[in-house]
């Protein structure tokens, strides 16, 4: 079956740091991705990760762990922009689809 | 210059009736996907074509017909609408072969069946 896990809600200050975990039970792997969604628009690409390890880009930073199933988001320096939700997603084997978890809200408070 | 677009915004329909939502993208994609955002803002996947060919249809009712023309396009027809097809629907686009194969998703379509 398909699993994957994420928080349904977080809450973090301006300029604080917040993590956001995601764990996966997939039939397939092919990458894991994460998508930021503001209310009311589309999701729109973040970060990818289909080895081991830490990718950064800018303030964000994504991490991925295939043994354990893994994977977190880090944000730094919150906004309060960056209150969206949070979506991680695991591309399936055939790279045909993308599996996506039910979404982290983030609220970032002044 | 808009990347993926999807026609139209907003769709408020009776029960029973058929309706269309168009999409096109024109970043010379050759995947295009329909997926199903539905009130609880959990995003599922409908359909994928590649080249105009679908390769994949998940656990959708039959009322759900995709139709790509071209490489560029990927209309969604629905037939026989019933309430619990209210929901947000979008569509993306990819390239396959590309690292990361990295979706784009158009603006979305909130459909409310009454």
């Known amino acids: 079956g398909q699993n994957i896990d994420q928080p349904t809600e977080m809450t973090a200050t301006e300029g604080a740091i917040v993590q956001i975990n995601c764990t996966y039970q997939?039939?397939?792997?092919?990458?894991l991705f994460w998508y930021q969604q503001h209310a009311g628009e589309a999701p729109t690409f973040l970060s990818y990760?289909?080895?081991?390890g830490l990718e950064e880009k800018g303030r964000f930073s994504s991490f991925l762990s295939r043994s354990k199933g893994y994977s977190y988001l880090l944000l730094k320096e919150l906004q309060m922009k960056d209150s969206a939700s949070y979506l991680c997603a695991v591309s399936n084997q055939a790279g045909t689809a993308l599996i996506f978890g039910k979404g982290t809200t983030l609220s970032v408070s002044s | 210059d808009t990347a993926v677009s999807q026609t139209p915004k907003y769709l408020v329909t009776q029960m029973g009736n058929d309706k269309s939502i168009k999409c096109e993208q024109n970043?010379?994609?050759?995947?295009m996907y329909w997926y199903k955002q539905d009130s609880k803002k959990f995003l599922k996947i409908m359909f994928s074509y590649n080249n105009k060919e679908l390769i994949i249809n998940e656990t959708v009712p039959n009322r759900f017909s995709p139709k790509s023309p071209d490489k560029a396009h990927l209309n969604l027809h629905i037939n026989s609408l019933e309430l619990g097809d209210s929901a947000v629907y979008f569509c993306?686009?990819?390239?396959?072969?590309?690292?990361?194969?990295?979706?784009?998703f158009g603006p979305g379509t909130r459909l409310t069946v009454l």
């Open positions: 997939t039939s397939g792997f092919n990458g």
């Open positions: 990760n289909v080895l081991d």
């Open positions: 993306a686009s990819s390239h396959k072969g590309r690292e990361p194969d990295t979706q784009y």
């Open positions: 970043l010379g994609h050759d995947t």
